[in-house]
Each structure stands twice: as structure tokens, then as C-alpha cells.
């Protein structure tokens, strides 16, 4: 045999062997079908946007961002949340939004209507607890078990990702050793902050972490200690206090993932941005 048919029988080979992806094909209404979190993230116009990923815009906040305009400012501000939504398979949803918009925490319930494309495209219309309409374009993957997702509406600027959840959770569903990363902006400030670090959970709602957090400039180990609340609907709270030199407290709002091994969570404290996770190890 010639070298040309040796290389010619290895690409053969390899080719065979290496792993493929595969996609999904045929996708329906059906698709989406249960209990779903929705993470997302982003920055906001509130002079244009009337409701931002399940929530109005407060009114302070609209005439804040159109005043900024006029004084030649800036009109966006930092917005991420998380939103327990559930599809019945024939294209209702409904669900609650938990939202931080320019460092206000914001929540609502959420209903409205979902079509899924052959392509495995797909739209999402609902309506916030004000009636205010919002509208989403998504693409599913990962088997159908994950949508990337975007909203639409002028003024609006999240996107994010729609995770398959659970239906019934409890506190020692989340035990173990986890990494925590999140990053976020201090609304006062403008100054941005992130973290990674590790939590253990003890199963009974007990939490202790060590992190390596970096704020204004200069990065930090922080030691701290908790609590976290898991509710039978899979939202989880997860309060920390830290000691040290720069002592402080955080609550973060989350949704445990189906195969309980990931909390996708927003910070909710009065004047932060914060969105990340928890993954176990």
C-alpha cells in the first residue's frame, strides 16, 4: 500500500473515531415541556424599556435614566435576574421573576405564550404582573435542555441562558462542596467586583465559604459563614456574613438545576448587581 493510501485509511479512521456532536432536529412545541429557570443578564435603557425579564421598570428609574439623557449622561443600568417559568407542552407558560434593575430588587408573576420551531428556534411572549408585554428569541440545545435566550424589546439588553429545573426540591438536595464564581457592579460606585471560591454545604441548610474576591482594584481572600433555604419549589436563598477587616453580608436569590448540582443565582441586596453560580465539584 502507498503513502497516499496509508494517509488516506488514517484520516478514514480517525475520522470515524473522533467524537461527534449531535444535534437535535425536529423540534416542537412539546420540546418545552415542565420547570425551567431562566438566568440573564445585561444592561438596560429604562427611558425605552417599559418592563425588563418579568418586571416593570419602576417609574424613578425611567425618569432617572430620561433625565440622564438630557444631562448628557448615561441611560443604562446594570440588570440580571432569574425566572422560575413552567410550559405546559401546548405552548402556555407561567412562572415568577426575581430581578435586580439598577440595584432595586424587583419581583413579579409571569404569564403567557411559547412556540417552538422545527428548527429548534424559538419565541416566547409574556406579560409582567402590570400587564406590560415583553418579548424573547431563543435557540434550544444541549438535548433539549437548554435554550439560549434574548429579549427583544427596544431598551432592553439581557440575554441568557433557560435551564431545565426540577419540580420538588429540599434542603438536603444541595450538600457538598461546591465553587461558587459571580461578578456584578456596585450601583453607587460604578465599581465592578467578582468572586471564586469555595462553599461547603452541609445538607441542613449550613454554609461556609472561603473566596478569592476582587473590588476596587486589588483582589482579597474573604471567609464567611451562612445559611441557605431551599423552598419546594427549587428557589434557594443563600445569605453569608464575613468577618475580617472588611466585614460584610450578601444574599443571594437562585434556582437549583435539575440534576442538582448547579444554583443559578442573582444577588439581591439593595445597590448591587451580582449574577453567577454554584456547580458542584
Known amino acids: 500500500m502507498n503513502a497516499y ?10 475520522g470515524l473515531a473522533a467524537p461527534r456532536a449531535h444535534a437535535i432536529s425536529g423540534c416542537s412545541t412539546s420540546t418545552l415541556n415542565g420547570n425551567y429557570v431562566m438566568q440573564f443578564s445585561g444592561t438596560s435603557a429604562p427611558n425605552l424599556a417599559a418592563s425588563v425579564g418579568g418586571v416593570a421598570v419602576p417609574a424613578g428609574i425611567a425618569q432617572a435614566a430620561r433625565t440622564a439623557t438630557i444631562n448628557g449622561g448615561s441611560s443604562t443600568v446594570p440588570a440580571n435576574g432569574v425566572v422560575r417559568l413552567s410550559f405546559d407542552g ?8 426575581s430581578a435586580s434593575l439598577d440595584g432595586m430588587w424587583l419581583q413579579g408573576s409571569i404569564g403567557g405564550q411559547y412556540a417552538v ?11 409582567d404582573a402590570t400587564g406590560a408585554a415583553e418579548n424573547f428569541s431563543g435557540v434550544i440545545v444541549g438535548q433539549g ?3 439560549l435566550i434574548l429579549q427583544t424589546d427596544a431598551g432592553t439588553g439581557v440575554s441568557g441562558v433557560l435551564k431545565r429545573v426540577r419540580g420538588f ?3 438536603s438536595d444541595l450538600a457538598g462542596t461546591f465553587g461558587i464564581q459571580y461578578s456584578g457592579t456596585a450601583v453607587l460606585t460604578g465599581s465592578p467586583y467578582s468572586s471564586v471560591g469555595l462553599l461547603a454545604l452541609d445538607g441542613q441548610g449550613n454554609v461556609s465559604a472561603a473566596e478569592s ?3 476596587s482594584g486589588a483582589s482579597s481572600t474573604v471567609l464567611s459563614s451562612g445559611s441557605i433555604v431551599i ?3 427549587c428557589s434557594a436563598t443563600l445569605s453569608l456574613s464575613s468577618t475580617g477587616a472588611a466585614p460584610g453580608s450578601m444574599t443571594l436569590s437562585g434556582i437549583l ?25
Open 231 to 233: 423552598n419546594p419549589d
Open 169 to 171: 426540591c429540599q434542603i
Open 257 to 281: 438545576s435539575f440534576d442538582e448540582k448547579q444554583l443559578f443565582f442573582v444577588q439581591s441586596d439593595a445597590g448591587w448587581t451580582a449574577s453567577g453560580t454554584l456547580t458542584a465539584q
Open 5 to 14: 493510501r496509508l494517509t488516506l485509511a488514517a484520516a478514514v479512521l480517525l
Open 90 to 97: 401546548n405552548g402556555l407558560l407561567w412562572g415568577n421573576s
Open 117 to 127: 420551531n422545527p428548527d429548534c428556534t424559538a419565541a416566547f411572549t409574556w406579560t
Open 145 to 147: 435542555d437548554t435554550t
Open 213 to 215: 474576591r476582587f473590588a
